[in-house]
């Protein structure tokens, strides 16, 4: 969020990353634990700057380095000026290396077959996947007492910290499964039923965050206070294009231990499926009552304050949508999140 407020949100970093970089993003969670080719790579570029992981530590950062992975330049500071400078540092010690190794093919980068990657780090977006779009935005009560968009003008270019009034971006992952599990559940009762406990928990505890601000701290089961999400089929209007409409509704109290975070508030969505294409349209949102702050989301608003998530059904075929969720690095406690 703030990378992209201060940084890459400016015009004359995206001319230069468009125009002379080829620009790469990742996970460093991942590659500094993947005992692959992607991994080492990785640590073999990182142990050439400043950040070479003791312990296992991070080497987040931004990197410049060429195609042989020679490491050209390194910035962990999200001052735009400061990155440009090492960009056009980077540019100079690249027209310095040797004019074999600038040369065009020079080094072929081979492809690299999934079953090749450490299984362990690898989260492939599979064929049974349904990927909804996720973004969460704080709000404000506007004059008739309706939400708005909360924001203030200009930045804070003296710290460089994000003022958390942009709206945030991950993904959840369903599974076809569990839509059609839910569907047919709801067909056999109208009267409504339960979302599937392990999807419930899933979004609950991994998408109902304040992530506005940085990587926030996701909720465990026991702060799991209470949690009611609901699917119930609804008639058929006439000329509607779809088989099965499902009305999604719900509540949710989320809390710690010592009061000091918490979400409270409701959901509401639907979810059609067109049974010839077995095409969907899903959406729900979230709206309630948020406070506290994360290790990495400090500067919280004071207090309980209007906060929103919603969700989108994404095209899973555009490579932005490919992204995994932040939560799913234990890729069992994710799917499994009733139970671990």
């Given at each position: 969020?703030?990378?992209?407020?201060?940084?890459?949100?400016?015009?004359?970093?995206?001319?230069?990353?468009?125009e002379?970089?080829?620009?790469?993003?990742?996970?460093d969670?991942?590659?500094r634990?993947?005992?692959d080719?992607?991994g080492?790579?990785?640590?073999?570029?990182?142990d050439?700057?400043?950040?070479?992981?003791?312990?296992?530590?991070?080497r987040?950062g931004?990197?410049?380095?060429?195609?042989?992975?020679?490491?050209?330049?390194?910035?962990?500071?999200?001052?735009?000026?400061?990155?440009?400078?090492?960009l056009?540092?980077?540019?100079?010690k690249?027209?310095?290396?040797?004019?074999?190794?600038?040369?065009?093919?020079?080094?072929?980068?081979?492809?690299?077959?999934?079953?090749?990657?450490?299984?362990?780090?690898?989260?492939?977006?599979?064929?049974?996947?349904?990927?909804?779009?996720?973004?969460?935005r704080?709000?404000?009560?506007?004059?008739?007492?309706n939400y708005?968009?909360?924001?203030?003008?200009?930045?804070n270019n003296k710290?460089?910290?994000?003022?958390?009034?942009?709206?945030s971006?991950d993904?959840?992952?369903?599974?076809?499964?569990?839509?059609?599990q839910?569907?047919?559940?709801?067909?056999?009762?109208?009267?409504?039923?339960?979302?599937?406990?392990?999807?419930?928990?899933?979004i609950?505890?991994?998408?109902?965050v304040?992530?506005?601000?940085?990587?926030?701290?996701?909720w465990?089961?026991?702060?799991?206070?209470k949690?009611?999400?609901?699917?119930?089929?609804q008639?058929?209007?006439?000329?509607?294009?779809?088989?099965t409409?499902?009305?999604?509704t719900?509540?949710?109290?989320?809390?710690?231990?010592?009061?000091?975070?918490?979400?409270t508030?409701?959901?509401?969505?639907?979810?059609?499926?067109?049974?010839?294409?077995?095409?969907?349209?899903?959406?729900?949102?979230?709206v309630?009552?948020?406070?506290?702050?994360?290790?990495?989301?400090?500067?919280a608003?004071?207090?309980?304050?209007?906060?929103a998530?919603?969700f989108?059904?994404?095209?899973?075929?555009?490579?932005e949508?490919?992204?995994?969720?932040?939560?799913?690095?234990?890729?069992?406690g994710?799917?499994?999140?009733?139970?671990?």
């Amino acid at each position: 969020m703030a990378d992209r407020e201060f940084v890459f949100g400016r015009p004359d970093v995206q001319k230069i990353l468009r125009e002379q970089f080829v620009i790469v993003a990742a996970d460093d969670w991942y590659q500094r634990r993947q005992n692959d080719a992607l991994g080492k790579f990785f640590r073999s570029v990182a142990d050439q700057g400043p950040r070479k992981g003791a312990g296992g530590g991070t080497r987040q950062g931004r990197y410049a380095f060429s195609a042989s992975g020679t490491l050209l330049g390194f910035n962990n500071n999200r001052d735009p000026q400061r990155i440009l400078n090492m960009l056009r540092e980077s540019l100079r010690k690249y027209e310095a290396l040797p004019a074999g190794e600038r040369k065009a093919g020079a080094f072929k980068v081979p492809t690299l077959n999934p079953g090749a990657l450490d299984e362990r780090y690898a989260r492939p977006l599979t064929q049974d996947t349904v990927v909804m779009k996720v973004h969460g935005r704080v709000l404000e009560r506007d004059r008739k007492g309706n939400y708005a968009a909360c924001g203030e003008p200009g930045a804070n270019n003296k710290s460089f910290r994000h003022t958390g009034f942009g709206v945030s971006t991950d993904h959840l992952w369903l599974k076809e499964a569990e839509l059609e599990q839910l569907t047919a559940l709801a067909l056999k009762n109208p009267q409504g039923v339960a979302v599937p406990r392990a999807v419930a928990m899933r979004i609950a505890r991994f998408h109902l965050v304040d992530n506005t601000r940085g990587e926030p701290p996701h909720w465990n089961l026991e702060e799991v206070r209470k949690l009611i999400l609901r699917a119930t089929m609804q008639p058929k209007a006439a000329g509607a294009r779809h088989s099965t409409n499902l009305r999604i509704t719900g509540a949710f109290h989320l809390e710690t231990k010592d009061g000091k975070r918490g979400y409270t508030g409701e959901i509401s969505g639907f979810l059609r499926t067109i049974s010839k294409t077995r095409a969907r349209e899903f959406q729900f949102v979230a709206v309630g009552q948020h406070w506290g702050e994360g290790t990495y989301t400090r500067g919280a608003r004071p207090g309980k304050t209007p906060f929103a998530v919603a969700f989108t059904l994404a095209d899973s075929q555009k490579a932005e949508n490919c992204v995994p969720p932040q939560a799913i690095r234990w890729e069992k406690g994710y799917y499994e999140a009733d139970r671990h």
